[in-house]
């Protein structure tokens, strides 16, 4: 089992910048993709920003630009930098990993709540 704990989500004006952090309970290189998701309000949940199994990243093309996916291999966490923030951008921000051992493995964190106000 996989534990993802996320922390960083808040209020925020149009234009801001806020950081998301997601800390896993296991070491991060045995997760082959790790990322941020995000739910709007009546919207499906969608990939912001990722690091593939190959090690590149992978973003929305609302986001490019804009928000920054990085690591902390030695802390097991990934970090979602997001900048210039939009309206559009208020949702909840979760934190996924998956894990590829003869069958896949979904994890999620509880989620953040990232409000950007105008």
């Known amino acids: 089992q996989v534990q993802l704990v996320e922390s960083g989500g808040g209020l925020v004006q149009t234009g801001g910048s806020l950081r998301l952090s997601c800390a896993a309970s296991?070491?991060?290189?045995?997760?082959?993709?790790m990322g941020w998701y995000r739910q709007a309000p009546g919207k499906q949940r969608e990939l912001v920003a990722a690091?593939?199994?190959?090690?590149?990243?992978n973003y929305a093309d609302s986001v490019k630009g804009r928000f920054t996916i990085s690591r902390d291999n030695a802390k097991n966490t990934v970090y979602l930098q997001m900048s210039s923030l939009k309206t559009e951008d208020t949702a909840v921000y979760y934190c996924?990993?998956?894990?590829?051992?003869?069958?896949?493995?979904?994890?999620w964190g509880q989620g953040t709540q990232v409000t950007v106000s105008s």
């Open positions: 690091f593939t199994s190959g090690g590149s990243t």
């Open positions: 296991i070491n991060i290189f045995s997760i082959n993709t």
């Open positions: 996924n990993a998956e894990i590829v051992r003869f069958r896949r493995y979904d994890y």
